[in-house]
């Protein structure tokens, strides 16, 4: 291309692969389907069916499970008549007593805080964007969500349960608990949640309703 | 023949992939509000950085206690290593090579893939492109599974509180392992894998104007 060309470019006509810059020109996805740099093969677009619908629907279902998911023991331990029982914020609290200030209010981020207020802010988000209702800091809360996305770690601290069952297991009787449950249901819906998330139609959504 | 978007004076934010032209360097998004680059600012210097910073942690990481198991006042703080060790002393040889994988193989498969990227970039590696964006998505992914320790410990921490029969705490290593695996979080996010694709196109002879 000259560059006259480059100049009379039109951003809007093309898409851009975020991971190797090269330079696509635009076409319509219909639902359920993928695109893929031609270059270096990372997804450019993933289209959802009724994605915006479907996060809606997995971010009540996750607030819903998220409070006995916190507030019920998760596993408890019984042996020669004592019990103890644990919940995620008593974990966080074990690292304080432990005197580990950093790690415990790590876990509390990954564990509690982030998981929660991913849910929050996908509830405000696909609520405003189903009833196309213009809404305060709608691209703040978009650009948090994406922000705050790898560092919710619920599933991670599910494999630590398994892995602590594991290690208890000929020391004591370990039981799960209504807990353990729920944080099952909350970690699927969280998962299936970033799976029917479509970044790019939440983002053009946004943009049409912040012009208004 | 491929064009690199920004040879072609397009830029894309990366929080929500929108074109912009490249005379809008240094502003912000239209959309999301986050500031525009043509590449992440400093990338190979702040991944370098937190690379070295997280290296040096897991050496505190590995050779101080991460918690102390004891049993009817007897037990000594261990390791991760010796805490490995313990599982396969127990026949639990499928638990302990998840715990070895997560705690030890990760670590240095991420800080071994993240050192080869930036040697890449650095040294204008430009063989096998498709794989280094494989194994940079693998680093980027992974890379949070290695706080399953970290999780492990507070768990039980909270469930084996039995007074003098049983009790389990943290200790400091915990400390040097979670920060460790927050910096090379923190680096595979930094790392802009557009880079080595301009080193391909360089060497190619396309990228005459790529401006830094
Ligand atoms: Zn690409
Ligand atoms: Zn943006």
């Known amino acids: 291309m000259s560059n006259k060309e480059i100049t009379s470019i039109q951003p809007d006509k093309f898409w851009v692969c975020p991971e190797c810059d090269l330079l696509l020109n635009r076409c319509a996805i219909p639902d359920k389907h993928e695109a893929h740099c031609s270059r270096c093969g990372s997804t450019l677009i993933s289209s959802k069916h009724h994605s915006i619908e479907w996060t809606l629907a997995l971010a009540i279902a996750g607030l819903i499970l998220f409070f006995p998911a916190n507030l019920f023991p998760i596993l408890t331990l019984k042996t020669l008549g004592l019990s103890q029982s644990e919940t995620i914020f008593s974990s966080v609290k074990a690292l304080y007593d432990s005197n580990l200030l950093m790690v415990a209010a790590l876990v509390l981020m990954a564990a509690i805080i982030i998981p929660l207020m991913k849910i929050l802010l996908m509830l405000y988000l696909s609520t405003c964007l189903l009833l196309h209702k213009p809404a305060p800091m709608l691209a703040w809360a978009m650009r948090s969500y994406q922000q705050l996305d790898s560092w919710g770690m619920l599933e991670i601290y599910m494999l630590g349960i398994l892995v602590s069952i594991v290690k208890l297991i000929d020391v004591a009787d370990v039981t799960p608990g209504v807990g353990l449950y729920s944080l099952t249901g909350l970690i699927i819906a969280t998962l299936l949640s970033s799976t029917q998330l479509d970044p790019h139609r939440f983002w053009r959504r946004i943009e049409q309703l912040e012009k208004r | 023949?491929?064009?690199?978007?920004?040879?072609?004076?397009?830029?894309?934010?990366?929080?929500?992939?929108?074109?912009?032209?490249?005379?809008?360097?240094?502003?912000?998004?239209?959309?999301?509000?986050?500031?525009?680059?043509?590449?992440?600012?400093?990338?190979?210097?702040?991944?370098?950085?937190?690379?070295?910073?997280?290296?040096?942690?897991?050496?505190?990481?590995?050779?101080?206690?991460?918690?102390?198991?004891?049993?009817?006042?007897?037990?000594?703080?261990?390791?991760?290593?010796?805490?490995?060790?313990?599982?396969?002393?127990?026949?639990?040889?499928?638990?302990?090579?998840?715990?070895?994988?997560?705690?030890?193989?990760?670590?240095?498969?991420?800080?071994?893939?993240?050192?080869?990227?930036?040697?890449?970039?650095?040294?204008?590696?430009?063989?096998?492109?498709?794989?280094?964006?494989?194994?940079?998505?693998?680093?980027?992914?992974?890379?949070?599974?290695?706080?399953?320790?970290?999780?492990?410990?507070?768990?039980?921490?909270?469930?084996?509180?039995?007074?003098?029969?049983?009790?389990?705490?943290?200790?400091?290593?915990?400390?040097?392992f979670a920060v460790s695996v927050i910096l090379t979080m923190l680096a595979a996010n930094c790392f802009d894998t557009r880079l080595i694709w301009d080193k391909h196109l360089e060497k190619i002879g396309y990228a005459d104007h790529v401006g830094r």
């Open chain 2, 1 to 176: 023949m491929q064009h690199s978007a920004l040879t072609q004076g397009i830029i894309i934010c990366h929080r929500c992939a929108k074109t912009a032209g490249i005379q809008q360097d240094g502003e912000t998004c239209p959309r999301c509000g986050t500031r525009l680059h043509r590449r992440k600012l400093h990338s190979v210097a702040y991944t370098w950085a937190l690379l070295l910073a997280s290296m040096i942690m897991l050496i505190p990481a590995n050779i101080l206690p991460i918690m102390t198991f004891k049993a009817l006042g007897k037990g000594d703080p261990a390791t991760i290593m010796q805490g490995v060790l313990q599982l396969v002393d127990h026949g639990l040889l499928g638990i302990a090579l998840v715990v070895l994988t997560a705690s030890i193989i990760i670590p240095l498969l991420k800080i071994i893939g993240l050192i080869i990227l930036l040697l890449t970039v650095q040294l204008g590696w430009t063989t096998n492109m498709r794989q280094k964006m494989l194994m940079y998505h693998f680093v980027e992914w992974i890379g949070r599974w290695s706080m399953l320790d970290i999780f492990v410990v507070a768990i039980l921490g909270a469930i084996v509180q039995l007074g003098s029969l049983a009790s389990v705490t943290g200790n400091t290593g915990a400390t040097a």
